[in-house]
């Protein structure tokens, strides 16, 4: 949201510490990192050298398309797992599924620094509300350190951005306790319905994005 108005790069630099912050308490909090971890290894594994690679290449298409694209896929995908069961990835083809979603999600994501369909693929998986928020948090870790790790050594990170970060550090530590509050007091029902209009209103951005950009 912040790219729309601002250059990407400060965008990504600014957000470096309010990120870091909140997807690491979010991670161990609720005690399912070690589930998550389990679970998803092969995932994470494949995401973060899928996200090296995709940073190392020179894609043909503009970012405005890549935007478009992804966009229309996340609007068009992420109501299907709440309208039918048919639509759900099932447990028994997720040890197969897991490697393979992760390192394209990682290319993708290093190419167009749009992760939202990792968000999508979890949402398919039909996990309970608190795993998902774990595994969102896990996912954001494993896709951001190597890109953060890349932006360290350009002109993007300066002390007035890490100033800036910190700022932000603020409001975004206490909209997480207040979401984190709201997600306790929700059903798992309500928290499905929240989700697919939260993702669909990123595809929506995305597609404006594409759009307009």
Do not use: C
Not at 43 to 60: E, K, N, R
Not at 159 to 166: D, G, K, N
């Amino acid at each position: 949201m912040m790219a729309v108005v601002v250059d990407p790069a400060f965008a990504a630099a600014v957000t470096l510490i309010p990120v870091a912050a909140t997807n690491l308490w979010q991670a161990v909090d609720g005690r399912l990192l070690g589930v998550v971890l389990r679970r998803f290894w092969t995932f994470y594994l494949a995401l973060f050298f899928g996200v090296v690679a995709g940073s190392q290449i020179l894609v043909g298409l503009p970012p405005q398309t890549a935007a478009l694209l992804i966009g229309f896929a996340v609007v068009l995908l992420s109501p299907l797992p709440l309208a039918s069961h048919r639509y759900s990835v099932s447990t028994r083809k997720e040890p197969l599924l897991n490697p393979v979603m992760g390192g394209l999600m990682g290319v993708l994501g290093g190419t167009t620094v749009i992760f939202t369909p990792t968000l999508v693929y979890f949402a398919m998986l039909r996990i309970d509300k608190n795993l998902y928020v774990t595994a969102a948090a896990v996912t954001a870790i494993a896709s951001m350190v190597p890109l953060y790790l890349g932006l360290g050594f350009s002109a993007a990170l300066t002390w007035e951005t890490v100033r800036f970060s910190l700022v932000l550090l603020v409001p975004t530590m206490a909209g997480y306790l207040v979401g984190r509050a709201l997600r306790g007091a929700i059903s798992q029902r309500t928290f499905r319905l929240i989700l697919t209009a939260s993702l669909v209103l990123l595809g929506i951005g995305l597609v404006y994005k594409g759009l307009t950009g």
